[in-house]
């Protein structure tokens, strides 16, 4: 089996331990040490990471990451450090994931209802963190480029200050082109927003003649979710916190054939080995989880994934326009991104003129 370098799940020092280790005489001693756990738990990520990917992999994985707050409150620290360390956790888990095998990885970074919050203490330090996250997802950094990443951020994109719109869409820009995974972004998103918008563009696409009455089924639906088509089927769902509610975040997509899992673990605190048991779950419930999907799929008559072959010549004319529909669609919303791109560059080039 070849031997994969996955890096290691143990967090960067903490503040309390880092105060602890400048006035603690042994402090050296205290280094090598933590080198040395360090160094072992490496090893044996490395080594459960290829036992894992001898069994079936989950293709799409969701992350509600939940517990910034109280983690920086843990340990007496600004909130916004506490988003800070949580950025840096989905980095690593990003990392993992893909080393694993998972093709798309899914997370709640903020919802709509977050407004709300303290805008000077909380919200503005949050954005402006997305800003640079994105801004270094567009630079191709290191972990964009080894995986091969496209960035796709979804969610009521106009609601967002302007610097975090064209960082977003110069990230969706810059990663295009990139097929070997996908990493979604939702904000500021809820599912019921993401509902109504993909109920509005079929309405609409009816009206125009695009689509027939007829046309439009559960499929079709799904397919149009901001996080639906080349995303599939939601896989597995993990909350952290303790919480257990999925607080408006892909609700319909985790309504079926999707393993759900709320861990008490703080999400800065999260590693590749809380994530385990849920993997082996997925495993072991691989074959009936399948099934279920299957006799679903049959159950709702989903047309678009059939070989033409089985079909009859008015089914094949129907699929062939939703699907028609379904491109145009697809690309529209890639290309909204893109053009807020251009619109931000025409805008500067006319300041300096």
């Known amino acids: 089996m070849k031997a994969l370098s996955v890096q290691s799940p143990a967090k960067a020092e903490r503040p309390a331990e880092a105060a602890l280790q ?5 402090r050296p001693m205290l280094e ?58 989905l980095e690593q888990t990003l990392d993992w994931c893909l080393k694993l095998g998972v093709k798309t990885v899914t997370v709640f970074a903020f919802s709509t209802e977050n407004f709300s919050r303290n ?12 800003a640079d996250k994105f801004k270094k997802f567009a630079s191709h950094s290191e972990l964009i480029e080894k995986h091969n990443i496209a960035v796709r951020v979804y969610g009521k994109l106009h609601l967002l200050p302007r610097s975090v719109q064209n960082a977003a869409a110069l990230a969706t820009k810059m990663t295009q082109n990139n097929a070997n995974a996908t990493l979604n972004v939702c904000m500021p998103y809820t599912s019921r ?31 149009v979710f901001w996080t639906g088509g080349v995303s599939g089927p939601l896989d597995i769902l993990v909350r952290t916190s303790g919480e257990v509610r999925l607080s408006d ?29 849920a993997l ?26 059939r070989e033409t072959e089985t079909l009859d010549t008015e089914t094949i004319k129907r699929v062939d326009r939703v699907k028609a529909f379904l491109a145009v669609d697809t690309k529209h919303r890639l290309n909204q991104a893109l053009n807020l791109v ?8 006319g300041k300096v003129a």
């Not at 993401?194 to 799904?222: H, K, M, P, W, Y």
């Not at 609700?251 to 079926?256: H, I, Y």
């Not at 251009?342 to 080039?349: A, D, L, N, P, V």
């Open 22 to 26: 400048r006035i603690h005489p042994l």
């Open 32 to 89: 090598l040490v933590s080198a040395v756990c360090a160094w072992i738990v490496d090893a044996l990520t490395t080594f459960m990471v290829g036992v894992i990917r001898i069994g079936p992999i989950p293709s799409h994985v969701a992350f509600v990451m939940d517990g910034n707050r109280r983690y920086a409150r843990r340990f007496g620290l600004d909130v916004s450090k506490g988003h800070a360390e949580g950025a840096d956790t």
């Open 119 to 130: 805008k000077e203490r909380e919200v503005d330090p949050i954005m402006q963190l997305c």
């Open 193 to 223: 927003e993401e509902i109504t918008d993909a109920i509005q563009r079929l309405v609409a696409a009816v009206e125009d003649g695009v689509l027939n009455e007829d046309d439009i089924s559960e499929e079709v639906l799904e397919a």
């Open 249 to 277: 975040f892909m609700m319909w997509q985790a309504s079926k054939s999707c393993q759900i899992h709320f861990l008490k673990i703080m999400w800065p605190d999260f590693t590749f080995w809380h994530m385990l048991p």
């Open 280 to 305: 082996l779950q997925y495993q072991a419930n691989f074959i009936c989880l399948s099934k279920s999907r299957r006799q679903y799929e049959n159950e709702s008559d989903f047309l678009l994934s």
């Open 342 to 349: 251009e619109s931000c560059e025409q805008g500067k080039s």
